[in-house]
């Protein structure tokens, strides 16, 4: 169609849109026109961009306004005409697929990886001698955390183990020389949310107990492992160990019948401070006459 009234010497709509130099009949669709555009970059990549942008008309390139017509009629042909062309964008994007797969594969791995290394990193081996021992009252707290048993396991050097108010069992660094022995217990490797939860059963944020680094033996495989133990608090340690009878009173393993005179804190004054205030009470009596 002529504009200008039917005049010959009119321009088309086709002149102005530059496109006098593309020819051809037909139209391309939007999909047509994203698939060649995919396929153009992956052939620029792949090193062949020449074989398929020559057939590009320049006033398309340089134009914003341009009609979806059969512009790209040479270049399918080309695609056509070159099946090393067609092979190789093929195996481009077949390859670009794998590699993004496989890039999320490696991602999953490696943050899983991370996650495990992380957890390994922030547990915290820990020796148990008294009731949280396996079959004891309060093994129920460490078996909500799944906290891995390590193994039996012994201290390395000797320590003073007495059993205190409620038949509570403290452990403390020997007082004397000659005092202490070596107390066998349990060893678990225990999460943050796990060691929290253990440091509010001991009261330490109260001075029940302390939490301090120890050497212990594992049974049966000679090695040595550092851990943390609850110790009684260093404020009154010594003087529970005197009250309790000195050597005399020395354990090495808490066992059944001192589980089976234990007071669960249900059966004491509320709260953690009810142990504590059963320990000043405790220290404030003379010790029995033998």
């Not at 007082?175 to 949310?193: I, K, N």
């Not at 939860?197 to 033996?217: M, N, Q, S």
Request: hydrophobic share 40%; charged share 20%; with cysteine.
């Amino acid at each position: 169609r002529q504009e200008g009234g039917g005049c010959s010497g009119g321009v088309t709509d086709r002149d102005k849109r530059g496109e006098a130099d593309v020819g051809g009949p037909g139209r391309t669709d939007g999909a047509q026109l994203h698939l060649y555009r995919r396929l153009r970059l992956v052939a620029r990549r792949s090193g062949h961009g020449l074989l398929v942008l020559y057939s590009v008309p320049l006033s398309w390139m340089t134009q914003r306004q341009r009609p979806k017509q059969a512009i790209y009629t040479y270049s399918w042909a080309t695609l056509f005409f070159e099946p090393l062309l067609v092979f190789r964008v093929v195996t481009e994007v077949l390859r670009e697929s794998r590699l993004a797969d496989g890039q999320r594969g490696s991602e999953a791995i490696m943050e899983a990886a991370s996650a495990a290394s992380a957890a390994t990193a922030t547990a915290t081996m820990v020796f148990v001698y008294g009731t949280l021992k396996r079959g004891f009252p309060n093994y129920p707290r460490l078996a909500a955390f799944d906290c891995p048993f390590a193994g039996a396991a012994t201290t390395a050097a000797p320590a003073s183990l007495v059993i205190g108010p409620y038949s509570v069992p403290f452990l403390l660094p020997t007082p004397t020389p000659s005092s202490g022995r070596l107390v066998s217990g349990e060893l678990y490797s225990a999460s943050p949310s796990a060691l929290a939860d253990l440091d509010l059963l001991e009261g330490t944020h109260l001075g029940v107990y302390e939490r301090r680094r120890i050497t212990v033996v594992v049974d049966g495989a000679s090695k040595e492992v550092e851990a943390q133990a609850y110790f009684a608090n260093a404020s009154y340690a010594e003087f529970l160990w005197l009250r309790c009878g000195g050597e005399a009173a020395e354990i090495a393993e808490y066992t059944m019948e001192h589980a089976g005179r234990y007071v669960p804190p249900s059966g004491r004054s509320p709260g953690v401070s009810g142990l504590m205030d059963a320990v000043r009470a405790f220290l404030a009596t003379a010790p029995p006459e033998n």
